[in-house]
């Protein structure tokens, strides 16, 4: 099977009529339409394939218990309303990559395997990387089973309605244990590539980043009979804190964002009682981002205090910089390099992944595939074919070299 027939059997997996874009959340049913088709990818190929007790998939080539595997993939789940790249180019590579592989007749020294994290976006329950960081032990049992989505439906609640066993999660360090290294080829979501006007690059680190919710706590009232003097409203402070947020991060060339609101009780004639924002912000270095999360903080409390409203703000999630491992990031370079001699472009994301949770207990590095228009997590998001085939092949060139010597 091709790259460009797989890429065209998942593309409408989960895909909104309305938007074009992609809503594929963890545990529903376009979620088991993409372990679907990974499984009968797997099977297809002969791999032995498993989910393990965090519900994330695997598709094994050689023996898992032999240790010191080398393993590739990405993600299927996306944003609401996400575009088609992000995650499943990574899936869809890694498979397309083994198939180049086996036409080369490729002898391997090491167990390989293909891998799908589940909830990797954090789309419904609010967490990113739920799947790897269960397995990397940065989530606990009970923080897990304090995951609920918007209808109250808690994550155990969520994989039992799926068909999986809730009983198991939590840390895994025997599957980690036998990992030697984890490459994850991911679409670029920037620009970068597409300014040098290179095909694939190499991830050199990952930018801090977190979330924080702020809730404004007023006073509900009617929304045509209450003189503004007379007003306890949230949602004037919410608002000043974005312009806030906005102005924090330009100072300090990070990046912040107010994306998700939830108001109540959310009538148009009715002055909220609640507005709760949550604020995704990330920066090169942590210096940065504490003087930016604070600046935005020191702000929001003193539009609240000045409109009579109650704030509380409530760290999420957070994740530190994360430097990919060097040898392992430097070996990706010889094995690009060795027939060209060209040097392939080392750069940083602000965007999180698997891999960067993952880089705490085993080597990973990060290919990236060029996106001419800088766009994710929207439909608009793209990589041309032929980039993506570029990708696929110097994928297969890093397996080949990391998993046959």
């Given at each position: 099977m091709t790259f460009h027939s797989m890429w065209a059997e998942l593309l409408p997996v989960g895909r909104s009529s309305a938007s074009g874009g992609y809503r594929r959340y963890a545990w529903t049913g376009a979620d088991a339409d993409c372990r679907a088709w990974f499984k009968e990818q797997a099977e297809a190929r002969g791999l032995a394939y498993e989910v393990d007790r965090n519900g994330n998939q695997w598709a094994w080539l050689g023996d898992p218990a032999a240790g010191d595997a080398v393993v590739t993939g990405s993600h299927l789940d996306s944003v609401p309303d996400g575009g088609a790249f992000d995650g499943p180019l990574g899936v869809v590579s890694s498979f397309a990559a083994l198939d180049e592989l086996r036409s080369r007749n490729t002898r391997f020294a090491k167990p390989l395997a293909v891998v799908n994290f589940g909830d990797e976006e954090g789309a419904r329950f609010g967490l990113a990387c739920v799947g790897s960081r269960l397995t990397a032990g940065q989530l606990t049992v009970e923080q897990a089973h304090r995951l609920t989505d918007a209808d109250g439906?808690?994550?155990?609640q969520a994989m039992e309605a799926a068909g999986y066993d809730p009983e198991g999660i939590g840390a895994d360090p025997e599957r980690l244990a036998r990992i030697g290294a984890f490459v994850e080829l991911h679409v670029e979501q920037g620009r970068a590539l597409d300014l040098s006007g290179d095909r694939v690059g190499i991830a050199s680190a990952i930018w801090p980043h977190g979330?924080?919710?702020?809730?404004?706590?007023?006073?509900?009232?009617h929304a045509g009979t209450t003189r503004l003097a007379d007003r306890r409203d949230p949602m004037p402070s919410y608002a000043e804190t974005v312009l806030a947020a906005r102005r924090e991060a330009e100072l300090a060339g990070a990046v912040a964002t107010f994306g998700k609101i939830a108001v109540e009780p959310n009538g148009v004639n009715a002055i909220p009682s609640l507005v709760r924002g949550w604020l995704d912000s990330r920066a090169a270095d942590q210096d940065t981002l504490d003087t930016v999360v604070g600046g935005i903080e020191k702000a929001a409390r003193e539009y609240a205090d000045a409109h009579g409203i109650d704030l509380d703000v409530v760290r999420e999630s957070f994740t530190p910089v994360v430097e990919f491992d060097h040898a392992l990031r430097d070996e990706l370079s010889r094995i690009l390099g060795k027939d060209t001699g060209l040097k392939?472009?080392?750069?940083?994301?602000?965007?999180?992944?698997d891999a960067g949770i993952l880089s705490g207990s085993i080597p990973t590095a990060m290919l990236f595939v060029r996106n001419p228009t800088g766009v994710s997590h929207s439909p608009a998001e793209f990589?041309?074919?032929?980039?993506?085939?570029?990708g696929v092949r110097a994928l297969a060139?890093?397996?080949e070299g990391l998993a046959c010597r």
């Open positions: 439906v808690s994550l155990p979330r924080w919710r702020f809730d404004f706590r007023g006073e509900a009232n392939v472009p080392v750069l940083g994301t602000g965007a999180g992944h990589a041309a074919e032929d980039d993506c085939l570029a060139d890093v397996l």
